[in-house]
């Protein structure tokens, strides 16, 4: 969800994950669903577009956020409340669907019924726990700051170079090397401005 945001922090990165995933999830039946509040070129690429021929667009603001989506006028006429254009992948022209409203309630209900009918199984043998991945990252990490760097972000949970540097009294260069190993291994989101990164992992009580 929220396209925009993934591709104003690493546009090329994204866009060549999703064109692979849909190349590639075409043979195994995967079914990709993109949405984004925000349907302008560098968020809805030419290469993303090719490669995602089924789209829908509710109501939006122009013809030109129109065209983006759907390669046509008409989406900017819309009601909204679920009104929508569907372009199938075998059509050049969209088809008006209008879409129904299902409440957070529901859904709740719908779930609390599919899992009544039977309880989850685990095979325990397929779990990991958080010693391993700490050790598992700790073999990949060349820094051996690197377990008690993503305990003190853990705790504090939040994370930037500098707070870093000023609990283990470290150089800039070692501080941004284990932000950016944090961030690869996924304990923490990307750079935002001035302001700490989030930290992903919670807190243990």
Do not use: C, W
């Not at 750079?191 to 807190?203: I, L, N, T, W």
């Amino acid at each position: 969800d929220e396209l925009a945001d993934l591709m104003m922090t690493v546009s090329n990165d994204v866009e060549a994950a999703i064109i692979r995933l849909a190349q590639m999830g075409r043979a195994a039946g995967i079914h990709m669903i993109l949405a984004t509040q925000r349907p302008s070129v560098d968020v809805i690429t030419g290469l993303i577009k090719a490669n995602v021929p089924s789209r829908i667009a509710f109501a939006v603001s122009s013809g030109i956020d129109s065209r983006t989506i759907i390669d046509t006028n008409g989406a900017e006429k819309l009601l909204g409340r679920g009104d929508m254009l569907f372009l199938p992948i075998d059509s050049n022209t969209p088809i008006r669907v209008q879409g129904a409203f299902i409440s957070d309630k529901d859904v709740s209900r719908v779930v609390k019924f599919i899992t009544d009918q039977q309880s989850a199984d685990y095979d325990e043998s397929m779990m990991v726990s958080d010693e391993e991945i700490k050790e598992e990252d700790q073999e990949d990490s060349e820094d051996d700051l690197f377990s008690d760097a993503l305990d003190f972000v853990v705790d504090q949970q939040k994370a930037s170079t500098s707070l870093l540097q000023r609990h283990f009294r470290i150089g800039y260069n070692r501080a941004a090397r284990l932000i950016d190993d944090l961030e690869k291994r996924g304990y923490i989101g990307p750079q935002d401005g001035s302001r700490p990164r989030q930290v992903y992992k919670e807190k243990q009580e």
